[in-house]
Every structure is written in C-alpha cells, then in structure tokens.
C-alpha cells in the first residue's frame, strides 16, 4: 500500500522560500496524480497544487500560481512542492496526495495522504 511522508516544513521569513518533499514507499508513484493541499488554523483544507502521473498537467491555486512550483521524480518516487515569495497567510499544515486525477477540488479523488508538514511564516 502506498504510504508518503512529507518533509521540509519550517519557519521562514516572508519573502522566504522553502521546498517540501514527498517521499512515497509501498508502491510506485508512476500511475498516480499527485497533489498538495494545506489546512490553516481554523480554515478548511485547500487544495493548492497538483500535477497529473504524466507530469503534462498542472493545476495551481490562484493564490499560489506565480509562486509555487510542483514537480515529480518518479525514478525515485518523491514529489516536490517548491514555495517561493512566501506570506503570512501561506503558514499552514501541508499534505501530499496521490490519486486518480489531477483536480484540486475534490479531495475524495485522492485515497493516499501523509500526515502533514508544517510551514510557518513569520518575522
């Protein structure tokens, strides 16, 4: 069964950049679309980005597009989700997913999540 583990969550200042990873064991990530969602204190979860198992689609969340960057190595199973130009309201506890489809909206399209790594940004 797939299993992922998220890592690379920290404090950054705003205007920082962070990368979080995704490491994924149990099965290959190659025939899943991938995606990352976050969940603020007292906020829903959101989707903010995804890229389909091809790696030819990508989706982003309008607050993020211009600043976030999601990619996949599928030869060593990890996917990546690369935060720059960082703010306040970005502070969040991020998942990593994998599913059938690349679509933010609807989190029951994916049937694998970690457990989350938390970004923090502050001065």
């Known amino acids: 069964q797939l299993q992922l583990v998220e890592s690379g969550g920290g404090l950054v200042q705003p205007g920082g950049s962070l990368t979080l990873s995704c490491a994924a064991s149990?099965?290959?990530?190659?025939?899943?679309?991938i995606a990352w969602f976050r969940q603020a204190p007292g906020k829903e979860r959101e989707g903010v980005s995804c890229i389909s198992s091809t790696g030819r689609t990508t989706n982003y969340a309008d607050s993020v597009k211009g600043r976030f960057t999601i990619s996949r190595d599928n030869a060593t199973n990890t996917m990546y989700l690369q935060m720059d130009s960082l703010k306040p309201e970005d502070t969040a506890l991020y998942y990593c997913?994998?599913?059938?489809?690349?679509?933010?909206?609807?989190?029951?399209?994916?049937?694998?999540w970690g457990q989350g790594t938390q970004v923090t940004v502050s001065s």
């Open positions: 997913a994998a599913g059938g489809v690349c679509f933010l909206s609807l989190e029951k399209a994916y049937g694998y």
């Open positions: 149990g099965s290959s990530l190659d025939y899943y679309a």
